[in-house]
């Protein structure tokens, strides 16, 4: 793969396709050193020529691309490659082997068996890379052995060696909520499932038995404990969420469905609703009036008192009742 992108950064950059790039006699070549230590440390260093002047140096330890002349980034735009190469393997089965690669998002050219395809979208340049590619016998010979022998025998020792913990099963945590109205008269119902593994699971709005349409989806996100998330939305009109259930379905769950309802999920929370916020406003309530009775009638009470006993220690002068 390193060696495909090594050609490719040289067939693709932007204008190296053109006559004029061709006319002259100069070589470009880029070297990459691997330094193997052992099973865990291995080092690799680049180097980008110029004919016998290095233009550019990289080193994986620092991950620093340097250029090394003040030229060396030259006056091409930025372009991206993504390559990709693996294997399916079935027991009892052939593998299945596949290798491709992208420009700038779209396929360029496919491997099939040991030679390369052009992609339809790929065009004219997508022909010149798979022309190309395909004077390497050698290398591509050595890239279907790989794909053919030695990926299925590293991804049997793979499964081996991860088995109990590919084979785990947790169990997912779901709860509901209700997100951002989507206009006058409508609810948005959210499902949450989390905390699961294996990724495969199933997630449906229902009504009774039937699935509602309309659902939304998001991305499965992983947890960084390995489980993964999920959300599931449902537009619906508020008249119409009576009755509806998300569920959910888990290989962890042994067959049985994990089923939650709006209604009763909510229910409760209205419950609680309706009779604390009476008892909060007539504690409050109850708290004033106290408050307005301590601080209007309690003092001139022990006025008075004291007025009418004279022996009070209280009073010190005496009043008639017409002061009173």
Known sequence: ??????????????????????????????????????????????????????????????????????????????????????????????????AQIAYQGSDLINFQNTSWLASPKGGSRAQQVCTLFNQYHVFNEILYKILSDTCPQFLLGLLDAGKAYLQQQVRPEAWLSAGPSPGPGRLLLVCHVSGFYPKPVGVMWMQGEQEQRGIQRGDVLPHADGTWYLRVTLDVAAREAAGLSCRVRHSSLGGQDMVLYWEQTHSTGLVFLAVIVPLVLLAGLALWLWKCWKTHWRCPCTDLRSERDPSSPASSTYLNPAQW
């Open 1 to 98: 793969m390193l060696f495909l992108q090594l050609v490719l950064f040289v067939v693709l950059l932007p204008g190296g396709d053109s006559e004029d790039a061709l006319q002259e006699s100069t070589f470009f070549q880029i070297i990459l050193t691997s330094s193997f230590y052992n099973r865990s440390w291995t080092q690799n260093q680049g180097s980008a020529w110029l004919d016998e002047l290095q233009t550019h140096g990289w080193d994986s330890k620092t991950g620093a691309f340097t250029y090394l002349q003040p030229w060396s980034k030259g006056n091409f735009n930025p372009f991206q490659v993504q390559i990709a190469g693996g294997c399916d393997f079935h027991f009892g089965e052939v593998s299945v082997r596949f």
